[in-house]
């Protein structure tokens, strides 16, 4: 059973779409089980000031996405990458334990995203913790 706050990001969605030359851009899924997840963001001073996805899932892997676009926009890249999957749990008011992986999608891939736009815009290439062996069930 998802929690009301799950179900109306799901319902309405926040911060749908794609950035056009976007400074990051992280993907992460399985698109043998269905859930894949693109997540954009465009940086100024280090901070997030737009963050967008495109997510091809459940009613979990679209409400985590819409989350971690609220979560990150108006942070400090930094600060982003210490956003986690339970944060993105707790903020949507829990998760049914066989969907706790829809939240590591969503982190993973505003970490990768993060990642890029070091790489892109700074040219140094960081570590990030992702979970591919989550990502496929």
């Given at each position: 059973?998802?929690?009301?706050?799950?179900?109306?990001?799901?319902k309405n969605p926040r911060n749908v779409g794609v950035i056009e030359n976007?400074?990051?851009?992280?993907?992460?899924?399985?698109?043998?089980?269905?859930?894949?997840?693109?997540?954009?963001i465009k940086v100024e001073n280090d901070i997030i000031v737009d963050v967008k996805f495109q997510t091809f899932g459940c009613a979990a892997a679209i409400a985590t996405s819409s989350?971690?676009?609220?979560?990150?926009?108006?942070k400090h890249v930094d600060e982003a990458l210490k956003?986690?999957?339970?944060?993105?749990?707790?903020n949507l008011g829990g998760l049914p334990p066989v969907k706790m992986h829809c939240?590591?999608?969503?982190?993973?891939?505003?970490?990768?995203?993060?990642?890029?736009?070091?790489?892109?815009?700074?040219?140094?290439d960081i570590e990030v913790e992702v979970h591919p062996e989550e990502h496929e069930h």
């Open positions: 059973m998802y929690s009301p706050i799950v179900m109306d990001h799901f976007a400074d990051g851009v992280g993907t992460v899924g399985n698109p043998v089980c269905g859930d894949l997840m693109t997540v954009y989350m971690i676009t609220e979560l990150a926009k108006g956003i986690t999957r339970q944060n993105v749990a707790d939240s590591n999608l969503a982190a993973d891939a505003l970490h990768l995203a993060i990642k890029d736009y070091y790489k892109r815009k700074k040219g140094i």
